[in-house]
């Protein structure tokens, strides 16, 4: 390919991103400006977040899954789904090897691991997903990550932050009541039938269908404006001066995305695999890591900075790691 064709191409692709992105922010800053304006309040920020999880977010993972069967397709999803667990456990590992390094306070080390392990797969990385690529294959991998994140989030997620913070260990009938949890939840309900149907070839009608596609698109618009309602419970000026929060945030949204990609690469992985993972990998830190910091022995309020932050600069990462898929 000519040196100017690829050009043009590099920077199409990245625009493209880099406009998706903004478009994210711009309905993240509604959410923010209505919820100051007393528009939006507590308790409804609790009633969207509350649709998102098991109403919208459900429906979306079905509706993906409502596609023509390939076992191709079943083969990466399954690659995919094995792939975040190796990732998960690497993740770990970098905090864990850079947190002496870096002089990481031990009030934060447990955020810190917390925050490099579990990306905001569902709330974000989902419909950001959607927007950038046409494809069924992008979302049907991206629902491959969600399920397995789970997975380790409902087992593991608050013990983490125990095991590496101040907080105490989780006895064993806690990890048993999270993982009944887990497999009774929304998500995990709407991505088991839309499995059976996508292993039973079962379509839903079209007088069905078409309202869940309608359903799954606002998925991302309401995501965005109750992330952005949640940010008003930050103090911005705290948020720019934490250099700690700046290294998690390199590790999270280019160490880490640049590691599964890595690993997809020299699995045989193709180009759509490499870049969902790398994309997906590279998302924010978790909506909910503040709260599973403050129920667990963590600082809340550097979990906050965390995710705010990061969240604000996956505008600019998110379309750089879009140009992997040229490589």
Known sequence: MPWRERTVRVLVMFLTAL?????FMIMLFTGYV???????RERGVEDMTGI????LIPVMMFNALQVDFSAVLLRRGTVMFLGTFVMMGLALLLTRLTAGPLHVPARVRGDWVFGAMFPNVGFIGLPIIAALFQEDEAIFLTTAVIVASNLVFTSLGGRVIQMYGPGRSLDKASIRTLLGMFLRSPGMVGFTAGIICYCLRFRVPEVIGTPLGMLS?????????????MLTRCRWRDIFTDKYVYALCGIRLLAVPGVMWLLLRLSGAGPMMRVVGA???GMPGAAVMPGISLSN???????????????LLSTATVPLLRL???L
């Open 52 to 55: 998102l999880v098991k109403v």
């Open 279 to 281: 994309i997906v990998f």
């Open 34 to 40: 209505i919820t100051r304006q007393g528009l939006l």
């Open 19 to 23: 406009k998706q992105m903004c478009g």
């Open 217 to 229: 698109a606002t998925t991302a618009p309401l995501s965005m404006l109750t992330l952005g309602a």
């Open 324 to 326: 992997l898929a040229l």
């Open 297 to 311: 022995g963590g600082d809340p309020a550097w979990a906050t900075k965390f995710t705010l932050l990061s969240t």
